[in-house]
């Protein structure tokens, strides 16, 4: 039978309630145990963050920590379930996919909208159904489930706060579906192959992330593209790539990529991809120097820019390989 390692880094679905609102509370694998106890489901083990963390503060010196401790136990399991808080998640499967450039075992990333302590709470089927597919030999890449939905992890989003389908994957289809069968789409899996780890050591503020509105000033921009350490930035801009043709912002924009900042261009819009040259505006980001981010999630162009910008001293190096899918993160144009 296989056997799964259950990594519990925190989040709702291990939450307790308290006079401030639900808080992390350590003790999360007596009870699990207690409300799961089939035999028809894998083995697995249950290995605890000595701190449970709210995800929301989580930073990215934590996604180093859980590839390292994947990479750990890589070889006495069959496969991988890590649970987590769904405010970040999408960015810790995002940045875990760049992390393991190649696998040959499923990682399978879940979490709840509600703890599991609670009436009510989605934290079971969630995580049964992680379990399982996990233990499948037919699936070598980092997943999310969620309700039901099957998804590639650096493609998709939280994308309610309420619902419990909390996640989506808005630019590419689900891997597949955990109806009354637990259908996969074998056409649209990473292929499997020897598994080899590329830890990054990522870092608080070497990567920024600004969204453009109307009446932005040069200043703040400014501000932001010379702060210490900063390596790269990640602009969400409007419709299909386009930004202000303020020759201020584009002046600040033009000598942070000259003195070697990684700036990439990603939409504010849920859906579609950046075609940066479709209008004028979007084709003065071109012109000086600006990367289109293709049909990207924010989370997974902000994971990836940390790890090239933690791998590579060269700005050319990076820039090189956010243009290319390194794990299906975005589709070819």
């Known amino acids: 039978m296989s056997r799964v390692l259950v990594l519990y880094t925190g989040g709702t679905i291990g939450m307790v309630s308290s006079e401030q609102g639900y808080v992390p509370q350590s003790g999360f694998e007596a009870a699990l145990r207690s409300r799961l106890n089939d035999k028809r489901l894998p083995d697995f083990d249950v290995l605890e963050f000595e701190q449970p963390l709210d995800s929301a503060s989580l930073v990215p010196e934590d996604w180093s920590r859980i590839a390292r401790m994947l990479e750990q136990h890589w070889q006495r399991y069959d496969g991988f379930v890590v649970l987590h808080g769904t405010d970040t998640l999408a960015y810790t499967a995002s940045a875990l996919s760049f992390m393991l450039p190649q696998q040959d075992k499923s990682v399978v990333l879940t979490g709840s909208q509600i703890p599991l302590s609670q009436a009510r709470s989605d934290a079971m089927d969630n995580l049964i159904t992680a379990l399982q597919l996990a233990a499948r030999d037919d699936l070598a890449e980092v997943c999310v489930c969620f309700n039901g939905r099957i998804m590639r992890g650096n493609r998709c989003r939280k994308v309610s706060s309420n619902a419990l389908a909390a996640f989506d994957s808005p630019n590419f289809p689900w ?159």
């Open 175 to 333: 891997l597949g579906e955990a109806g009354i069968e637990l259908g996969i789409r074998p056409e649209l899996l990473l292929p499997a192959a020897p598994t080899r780890f590329e830890i990054s050591p990522c870092q608080s503020g070497s990567v920024a992330m600004l969204g453009f509105y109307p009446g932005m000033q040069a200043s703040m921009l400014e501000a932001l593209c010379t702060q210490p350490g900063l390596k790269g930035m990640v602009l969400t801009t409007y419709g299909v790539g386009n930004a202000p043709d303020d020759p201020a912002l584009l002046k600040v924009l033009g000598s942070a990529v000259e003195r070697g900042l990684t700036v990439v261009n990603l939409s504010q819009c849920h859906q579609g991809r950046v075609a940066q040259g479709a209008y004028a505006s979007g084709s003065l980001l071109n012109g000086i120097g600006v990367i289109p981010g293709m049909d990207m999630t924010p989370e997974a162009a902000f994971t990836k820019l940390q790890h090239l910008t933690a791998l590579y001293d060269q700005p050319e190096a990076v820039r090189d390989r956010m243009v290319i899918s390194l794990r299906g993160e975005c589709s070819a144009a």
